[in-house]
């Protein structure tokens, strides 16, 4: 089978990795891809949201089936421009149709959707221009803090966590009436703060099974123990200790089956892979977001702990098939540390030489690449997260450290990483 993945990740590294290893897999093509894509299949010079330079790849390179990285190219509506194009029909393509990515495209859609399928989440109500003194009104009378989000993709910026009221309704004004995140903040959503342990979880879905894949949970902030601003994700673990099987079992009843029934009722077309954003609250689980994809860097460590051939569970997801599959994971622990170029998250720049790359070799460590590129002969940055590097322990501590020692031997100009990801984990390590 010949195979197209959409993305230029870390998340894609990882699964054109994972994608290689299966017999069923004949030839890989990654577009737009980076340099450690590179070493997997073919990168291919097209843009994620490219349709027509996709299709035309597509018909060229005798495309079976194509796996949808990134949420763009999802929330725009790959799936339905080759569902509904007949000299694409045949192609299979993993990931929901445009209406379902809205889960992810727009808050308001997801939570009206959680609220119409009784699946547990923050309380909220959204407002739009036309409504905006009923909106200060309502955060008068809130409790602290108040969660605001801009309804829209917002490249991870839209949601903010404010302490007090002046701040919300500050911040409220902004993105209503003064277009702080443009179109994407035309409407807001404004929440209940959750109080917890946050985690991501991922399911796979043929729209009527699904299985449910390894836990993570990933380090936002670009400093130690969680300070200073979001990023992209400076690292993750899996698995995680305080998911037992009993709240597995509660995430199952309350969430997972309510969703995948909701996606029925609804009509909501959907091959994919399901990102769960979660708050744990003392063993109580409600949904923060859904995302329409894998996560990155928690593909980095999920992807890894999976033992099933990714092409295998890939075709039972196109075909309705996954009531056939049994998800069998790797027990050690996984972690990854994303290296990124200084100044990230803020300004950065690219075109940094990277070495050590082909010098140090350890068992049981890959390094994959996020924004990397090839120039000549050398492997440069390109982009704020350069390298996740994923190592297995046998516990999560074990796992950090090989990482850590690992980013020891490669080198940047500027390179930064939290040498504490799964600080909360800790364990004195084996020796
Ligand atoms: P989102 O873009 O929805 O993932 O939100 C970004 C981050 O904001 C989440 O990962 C949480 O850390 C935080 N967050 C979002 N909604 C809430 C909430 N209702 N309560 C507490 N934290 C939240
Ligand atoms: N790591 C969070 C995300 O992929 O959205």
Redesign the pocket.
Known sequence: MNLLLVGSGGREHTLAWKLKQSPLCDQLFIAPGNAGTALCGTNLPIAVSDFDGLAAACLDNSIDMILVGPEDPLVKGIYDFFKNKKELAHIKLIGPSKEASQLEGSKAFAKAFMQRHNIPT?AYREFTSDKYLEGVEYIKAQSLPI?L?ADGLAA?K??L?CQNHLEAMAEFELMLLRSKFGEAGKKVVI????KGI?LSLFVLTDGENYVLLPEAKDY?RIGEADAGLNTGGMGAVSPLPFVTDAFLQKVKETIIEPTIAGFKKDNLDYKGFVFI?L?NDNGDPKV??YNCRMGDPETEVVIPRIKNDLVELLTATAGQKLSEIKIETDDRAVATVVAVSGGYPGDYEKGKVITGLDLTTLEDTIVFHSGTKNEGDEIVTNGGRVLAVTSFGENITEAVEQSNYMLDQLHFEGMYFRTDIGYEFKEASGS
């Open positions: 923050a969660v989000k991870g839209g949601v966590i929440e209940e703060f959750l946050e936002k954003g708050m923060i977001e």
